[in-house]
């Protein structure tokens, strides 16, 4: 399993520009989330799924949308992008809790490697 | 709202030492606590997971103890080496949320040759 990937690694926009940060995992996990992490703030979350077609804000959802066509994408969308965007952005994902079936599950979170954005 | 604390900001030990990284959290009806490392430039790796029934986890020489009551959590290292350089996180699960996670601002560990 390549289990959770984002694109691209690095960004930099001008500020107005939108663009849309890329995330997908490989392991059937229900629950996908974004949260930026930025410094002496520790992570925030952005937007969070809990499955195909079904999102919700989270902590810091202004200037962001998502959408949930598959269980296995979940994209980030700036739409204009602002200085106070600048942040290093991480995609996670859990299975959903309960465990149903195929052994015990837990909602770990996995990580993937992030994007650094800089808007100028 | 739930808040996560994380002391001391940064730690420097010499390798082999024993050592313990604090977490506190405010609200107590939690369902699950999480410890993370991140290393500089990465994303994040789960170390271990206890859930809110549990008292502790160990994993290697990770042993991660939860007192939901008082809002506490501590990771004990056992015999660090340099290779645990990095920085842990701890995040809590609040009951009913659905996995959102909230985040302590972390401990920036060091440990020397």
């Known amino acids: 399993n390549a289990g959770v990937t984002q694109t691209p690694k690095f960004q930099v926009l001008k500020t107005g520009q939108s663009m849309t940060l890329q995330c997908a995992q490989d392991m059937n996990h229900e629950y996908m989330s974004w949260y930026r992490q930025d410094p002496g703030m520790g992570l925030r979350l952005i937007h969070y799924s809990v499955g195909a077609g079904i999102t919700d804000q989270g902590e810091v959802p202004n200037g962001y949308n998502v959408s949930r066509s598959t269980t296995e994408d979940f994209p980030l969308r700036l739409l204009s992008a602002a200085p106070s965007q600048t942040s290093v952005y991480f995609c996670a994902s859990s299975f959903r809790l309960p465990g149903t079936s195929g052994g015990a599950r837990t909602d770990t979170q996995y990580f993937g490697p992030g994007t650094r954005l800089t808007v100028l | 709202k739930q808040e996560v604390t994380q002391i001391p900001a940064a730690l420097s030990v010499p390798e082999g030492e024993n050592l313990v990284l604090n977490c506190s959290f405010t609200d107590s009806a939690i369902y699950n606590l999480q410890w993370f490392r991140q290393d500089p430039g990465k994303g994040l790796t789960s170390l271990l997971l206890i859930q809110s029934s549990q008292r502790e986890q160990t994993s290697g020489r990770l042993n991660a103890s939860l007192d939901k009551s008082s809002g506490r959590s501590t990771l004990y290292i056992a015999a660090s080496q340099p290779g645990d350089s990095a920085t842990y996180l701890c995040?809590?699960?609040?009951?009913?949320?659905?996995?959102?996670?909230?985040f302590g601002t972390g401990t920036r560990l060091q440990v020397t040759l």
């Open positions: 995040a809590v699960r609040k009951t009913g949320t659905a996995s959102k996670l909230t």
